[in-house]
């Protein structure tokens, strides 16, 4: 059941290309306060972007439109931060931003694609998204999938690509996203969407500041990630494949996802062979972020069409396959585990036909602010099968009969509880 061939197959996979003979180096540093730093940065790019090395010293670097890297052969050390400017009303201007996001027609200020990169901030740079005036603006406007908000950092098709200790202060929305590509490692990433506008305290101000989204990609490896959020800390969308996640904390926000999947009617989402292993979720002062809605969760739109996406959608099919997840310790989460197939629904839906299959959770510790242990409640339609626990130990409420929620499951094996229809014992 564990997809061990592939496991293995990965560690070989990203291959160091030939770092030692750059033909040229371009070194810059910021221009300063008041100055717009985005035409030297693409200038760099330019010279140095293709099989050679750009360096950015420390220091903030002005970023005021719409940036495309395309690496090939390259390595960029960016000691500093790209900060996009704050002005709402031009970033919402579609002509402001790319639009290579398929799904929900998602806006992007920052893109890199290429072949063969490395992207170091070591830790002293990456990403500043200058955040807080979006989500103080987006308390009082309304707010949809697909209206402009842009995403942080978003690599399209890039094959081969490392991205290394990179730190995103204050996404306005989701901070990465991995869009068709493949080969990619994430190594060290740090995300931190916090509000500090004193009228929101207690609320959360920071919705949809996801650390990363994975689309129509394979192979794609995230290691040591420490996300701070609003929404979800990881989330694995359609045609993922080949998807690795290791040591990952997740402070507040929506926990690790699976979707929403089956937007799309006429599309099929299929995901497959994902290992998540070493997470930690952790509730933080609800001051700050009053969500620690999930440890993991799986979510698929119903069977029925309700508009079109980017907000609306749903009736789309596919398949999720070979999951494990292992290594879990929950602190205070909601709803440890959660598949449901009734997302966007209406009562008298058809049920999804997108069907879960050999979902693996092992080693689980820790605690919920409910009793709802496990809830997996699989479409009447296609039901789940193969869904095994091992080492599946998670604390509800003190004096609470603890829940445990199955349904339309064939295969369902190693909870020591009975978990059936109702969950009630
Ligand atoms: C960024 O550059 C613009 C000019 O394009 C300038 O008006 C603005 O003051 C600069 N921002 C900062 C923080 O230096
Ligand atoms: C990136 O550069 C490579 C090599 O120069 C080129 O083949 C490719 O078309 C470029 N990609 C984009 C999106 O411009
Ligand atoms: C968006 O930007 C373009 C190009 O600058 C401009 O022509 C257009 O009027 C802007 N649209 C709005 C709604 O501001
Ligand atoms: C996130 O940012 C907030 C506000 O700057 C800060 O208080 C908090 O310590 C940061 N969290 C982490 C994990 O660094
Ligand atoms: C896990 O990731 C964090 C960064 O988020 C890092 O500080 C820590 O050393 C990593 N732990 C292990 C065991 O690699
Ligand atoms: C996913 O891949 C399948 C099979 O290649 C394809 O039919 C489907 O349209 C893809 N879905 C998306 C959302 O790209
Ligand atoms: C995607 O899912 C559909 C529906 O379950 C299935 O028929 C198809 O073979 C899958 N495609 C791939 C590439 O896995
Ligand atoms: C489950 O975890 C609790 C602590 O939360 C511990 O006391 C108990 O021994 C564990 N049970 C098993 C079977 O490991
Ligand atoms: C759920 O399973 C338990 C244990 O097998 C059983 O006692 C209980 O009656 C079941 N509840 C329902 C509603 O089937």
Known sequence: MLPLTWLFIHLAFILPFSRTAHAKTCTLS??????????????AIATCGNGGKTVFESGTYNITRKMTWNLTSATVDLNGYLSFKPDIQFWLNATNTYRVVFIQNQASW????????????????GIQGNGQPWWSYFQTHPRADGDGRPISLTLWKATRGVIRNFRIVSPPFWSNTAAESSDIEYNGMYVNATNTDPLYIGKNAVPNTDGINTYRSDKIVMLNWDVTCGDDCLAVKGNSSNIIARNITCRGGNGIAFGSIGQYADMNDN??????????????DPNVQPNMANGVYFKTWTGSVHGVPPTGGGGGSGAV?????????????????????????????APSTLKFSNLRFADWTGTAVTNRI????????????????????????????PRFICQNIQGLSGLSAPCNATGQM
Do not use: W
């Open 30 to 43: 910021p221009l300063g306060v008041g100055k717009d730093d985005t035409d030297q940065v693409e200038q």
């Open 110 to 125: 920052f893109v890199v694609t290429g072949s063969d990169f490395v992207i170091d901030a070591h830790n002293t740079g």
């Open 271 to 284: 995901i497959s062979n994902v290992i998540l292993q070493d997470l930690l979720m952790t509730r933080i």
């Open 321 to 349: 396959n070979n999951v494990v997840v292992k290594g879990v310790h929950l602190d205070r989460v909601n709803i440890p585990l959660h598949l449901y197939q009734t997302n966007g629904g209406h009562t008298g839906d």
């Open 374 to 401: 496990v809830d997996i409640e699989c479409s009447a339609a296609v039901g789940c099968s193969g869904v095994s626990f091992a080492g599946y130990n998670i604390s509800g409420p003190a004096g609470q009969a």
